[in-house]
């Protein structure tokens, strides 16, 4: 009998190395790239296009412009810290209570698994051997718990620090991208046109790799994300020149 439990082990060790997974893996990562660039692009490039409607020399909008990418990379970057931290915090306060509670009332928590994979139609004379399993496997019973019941995973005890650093960078860079005219041309209003025509373009390039990598229209995102920025820039172009005239 054993050898046969062994030899089924074995064909399924065999057949998941076999198989291949296709999946998308790095959901959490390409989040924090998309929040850097997205706004990175976005904000420099509303807050450059104002200050050239209301005519400001390309060394000022410059100047502001890296003060703006400097202090978003921070602000952003700590965001994406804190936003970590407070996921990995809960995730640690759940997970006391649900270890308190197997403890506490384990019939009641037992009577859960039962639940939980009965939603999934398993009968009951299927899932009591699973529910006796697990209740001889106290840390498989409370992962399961964590899992099924609260849908919490595991987070990594370096996201918070990971997620800041993706953030910060990711903004710096798209960020870069719209000042970069100014860097090379003197005139503002000659400047503007080149930054308009560089961010649509990185914000287009952007937006359909967004798309594809969140299997979510490539084109339409494409088109999406050029239009916030657009609207984005024209509202503080705009804006500007109203004030000024005023």
Known sequence: METAENGTDDLHRSLLR???????????TVRDIILGV????????ALAAGLSGADASSSIVLTAGIAEVAAGAISMGLGGYLAAKSEADHY??????EEEEIIAVPDTEAAEIAEILADYGIEPDEYA???NALR????????????????LEKPDPRRALQSAFTIAVAYVIGGLVPLSPYMFI??????????????LAALLIFGYAKGYFTDNKPFQSAFQTAL??????????GMAKVVQSS
Request: aromatic share 8%.
């Open 38 to 45: 997205s706004d990175g692009l976005t904000v420099p490039f």
């Open 136 to 151: 001889r496997k106290p840390q498989a019973w409370l992962d399961f718990m964590m899992k099924f019941e609260l849908g």
């Open 186 to 199: 003197s005139s503002a209003q000659k400047a503007v046109s080149a930054s308009v025509v560089i961010t």
């Open 129 to 131: 051997p699973v529910v």
């Open 228 to 237: 916030i920025g657009a609207l984005a820039s024209a509202a503080a172009f």
């Open 92 to 97: 640690m306060r759940e997970l006391r209570r």
């Open 18 to 28: 076999q198989h291949k997974e296709n999946h998308f893996t790095a959901g959490k």
